[in-house]
């Protein structure tokens, strides 16, 4: 029974997971070092979810280790003292000017579509690419949709029940895709 279960195991992860939709320029992606995290969009009804999304990705990548990651405080002060809005997507100039402050070969912005529970079940829908600085050139990008029941491996394990542990899960997941 023990050898059933061993072999079953990882075909189940299999199926019952998917690559979150991307594209990636990897030879692009290998000279970025350091990165800048934006505000998330965000376009559900709870008002905190941009925020906390966020702050979890933000987290997930200097976790990573893969980029050297500006602090949130310094792109804040930096879009503060720039007037721009915190929904406002960065154009070119503002790009540059980050580039020449801070130091940061690329930003990463992304939108929050769903980040709510379906009875107790919670969703994340999450979109998310990195441009240059310099360029304005999308080098990476991706999309992924999980609830909580995505990460269930047998008799409720894996089943992540609270909308913080899923977006650490799924910025885990998109994160996996920019590997180098």
Known sequence: MRSLVCLLAPLLLLGCSTLP????????????EKVAVLPFQNLTDDPIA???TTRIFHA??????????????????????????RRAELDRMHLLLLRRRLGTEAVIMGTVSRFEYVGEVPRVALAVRMVTTEEGRIVWKARIERDGEDYLLVLNLG???????????????????MRR
């Open 159 to 177: 089943r992540i029940r609270s909308l913080q542990r899923l977006c650490r899960a799924v910025a885990r997941e998109l994160i996996r895709t």
């Open 50 to 52: 941009g925020e906390v």
């Open 60 to 85: 997930e990548l200097i976790r990573s280790g893969l980029f050297a990651v500006e602090e949130l405080g310094n792109i804040e002060d930096f879009m503060f003292q720039q007037r721009i809005r």
């Open 21 to 32: 939709r991307h594209y990636v320029d990897r030879a692009a992606l290998e000279e970025i």
